[in-house]
């Protein structure tokens, strides 16, 4: 089912080229096609389904592509693990084979990752108007000792198997992930994944954007909810503060997904922003 050109909601499978592979991806497209558009980039382990209460409304008025990432909603795994560039370069080739070039990005959580990341690159036709990122991750957050604690005893329970020959210390090892000593010492997103969805969870968890937050040179709005316990508010405050043109809104009470817990304030945000940015 292709894209129809109406104010109705459509939703396509497109088909991304990764290098020498290629995978598929859901997108969901819906309101009037003229003017800005607006992108809804979910969280780990989400999907554009709960990005509605957000893309919903705001479909009224703008048209409002949600994306299904690999792995995630409606999209199928991935041939091979991918990066947060790759997600990036993955986006671009949506908005290409969607025919949008006046967008907006909306992320939440690790969309909010991938959205940073491309409104930093620099020699590229396809930039960002403003970002509207709720409770986005990609800032290094400060340890507790727990994590310390983890990191070490990881690091001991690999120790024997560091002195044995290359096939006894890869068979060794390969039996120790599959312990479950070491799944309690992972996280509960690691240990849920296996295959390239484990190896794509490793190289995002690990992608920090801090270094490239200079270079968005677009107006960021940042809404945090006051009870999130997946992103702290020294994190916040840091990415703010390395944002040329960024603003922190805090959500009282709410929790890591504030947009489903206070979509409103989040919606006229972006809808007084979007407007202004509208030709």
Not at 11 to 30: C, H, P, Y
Not at 222 to 239: C, F, K, P, T
Request: net charge positive; glycine share 8%; with cysteine.
């Amino acid at each position: 089912m292709g894209l129809r050109n109406s104010d109705s909601e459509s939703e396509k499978d497109l088909e991304i080229v990764l290098g020498e592979q290629s995978t598929r991806i859901r997108v969901v497209d819906s309101g009037p096609r003229e003017g800005l558009a607006l992108v809804f980039l979910h969280g780990w382990g989400s999907s554009s389904h709960l990005m509605r209460s957000l893309s919903g409304p705001l479909s009224a008025e703008f048209r409002s592509i949600s994306i299904d990432f690999p792995g995630h909603g409606k999209s199928p795994n991935p041939p091979r693990a991918l990066s947060v560039p790759e997600h990036v370069s993955l986006v671009r080739e949506v908005l290409n084979q969607c025919e949008v070039t006046h967008f907006a990005l909306i992320g939440h959580s690790n969309g909010g990752r991938v959205s940073l990341q491309l409104a930093s690159e620099s020699g590229q036709d396809l930039r960002p108007a403003f970002l509207a990122l709720v409770s986005p991750s990609g800032i290094r957050r400060r340890r507790s000792w727990k994590y310390y604690v983890k990191v070490w005893a990881a690091r001991i329970l690999k120790a024997p198997f560091n002195v044995l020959p290359p096939r006894a210390k890869e068979f060794g090892l390969d039996w120790l992930r599959h312990s479950l000593v070491w799944r309690l010492l992972g996280s509960s997103d690691y240990r849920a994944l296996s295959g390239v969805m484990r190896e794509t969870f490793v190289h995002t968890v690990n992608h920090y954007v801090t270094d490239r937050l200079p270079h968005v040179s677009c107006p960021v709005l940042v809404y945090w909810g006051s009870s999130d316990d997946a992103i702290n508010r020294q994190q916040m405050d840091e990415l703010t503060k390395a944002l040329p043109d960024g603003g922190l809104f805090v959500l009282e009470g709410a929790g890591h997904f504030s947009h489903l817990n206070q979509p409103d304030v989040i919606i006229n945000g972006v809808r007084t922003l979007a407007k202004t940015m509208s030709p």
